[in-house]
Nanobody, 119 residues
């Protein structure tokens, strides 16, 4: 697997979780990393990402609560999720998007990790 997520689980409302996504040196070199999620019956949506220019971008619903981070030495991207609510319940996917059009494949996506927020 090119992207391997970990860190999901069951947490109470108001709690925190930290998701990790292990990638490779090649992916870190040529791809911008991010996190998406998909809740039951809903479309997949962007949660947080690093843009090709190195900036961060967050969904409005998670701003101020979630933080995307990276460990370049370990080729790992993180998603720190604080003050979780039941609306955050979803399968979270690590995503890698090519930084330029001549890099293929255009995307890599992990297998997903379940996050459930419930009391």
């Amino acid at each position: 697997a090119q992207l391997v997520e970990s860190g999901g689980g069951l947490v109470q409302p108001g709690g925190s979780l930290r998701l990790s996504c292990a990638a490779s040196r090649i992916i870190f070199r040529f791809y911008a990393m991010g996190w998406y999620r998909q809740a039951p019956g809903k479309q997949r949506e962007l949660v947080a990402e690093f843009t090709s220019g190195g900036n961060t971008n967050y969904a409005d619903s998670v701003k101020g609560r979630f933080t995307i981070g990276v460990d370049n030495a370990e080729y790992t991207v993180y998603l720190q999720m604080n003050n979780l609510t039941p609306e955050d319940t979803a399968v979270y996917y690590c995503n890698a998007k090519a930084r330029s059009a001549d890099v293929l494949p255009e995307y890599y996506r992990g297998q997903g990790t379940q996050v459930t927020v419930s009391s």
